[in-house]
């Protein structure tokens, strides 16, 4: 069953989160973030013999960026329940959620491209990325030189009102800098970056 997490789902999905994050997948996530974010998160539970117990198996978290981008982060699916399934249900409950609240972009970072283009991710030149994305990044021990792969699906078209066509958008959507020996380097200037109208994505070279 994927439901979205409550306050007591907290200890268990930090260590399915953590648990992940010592192989490098993921951020760790401390509890005072996870109670902070609780309403960010979607779960996987299921029932054990008795019927009655619950237990979390898998995690999603979705996170709203700014009016025109959201990200679906911190996907993780236990090592004994994995190839059931979990994280496509978890992930379009994380899309289905973007659509209620109006987000017409969903981006991720990840390993798993295959996985995603399951379900309508492309991938997406780093270029378009709002630099806030990156305030994450900072906490990350790859964050001189990210090697995931940076995903996007459109839900909906970009109003000119908050994409690159506003008069300021000179000013107020600022270039990420060029990749660095095969990796990126995590901008210093933390904002809200650009987001252009789709018309195709580029692929990473």
Known sequence: MIRQATVGDVPRLGKIINDCAEYGLMLH????????????????AEKLDDGLTEIIVGVCGLRVIWANWAEV?????TPDQRGKGLGGQLVEAAVNQARNLGVPQLMTLTYEQNF?????????DRQRLPL???SECIRCSKNQACDEIAMA????????????NRTDA??????????TNGGYIVPT?????????????????
């Open 29 to 44: 996530r401390s509890p005072t973030f996870l109670y902070e974010h609780v309403r960010d998160f979607y779960v996987a």
């Open 73 to 77: 982060y911190a996907l993780a699916v």
């Open 116 to 124: 995603f283009e399951k379900f309508g991710f492309e991938i997406l």
């Open 132 to 134: 806030k994305i990156w």
């Open 153 to 164: 699906r459109i839900l909906a078209d970009v109003p000119d009102s908050i994409g690159p």
């Open 170 to 179: 000179a000013t107020t959507y600022p270039k990420i800098p060029p990749p």
């Open 189 to 205: 200037v933390l904002t809200v970056g650009r987001s252009n109208k789709r018309q195709k994505m580029d692929e990473v070279t």
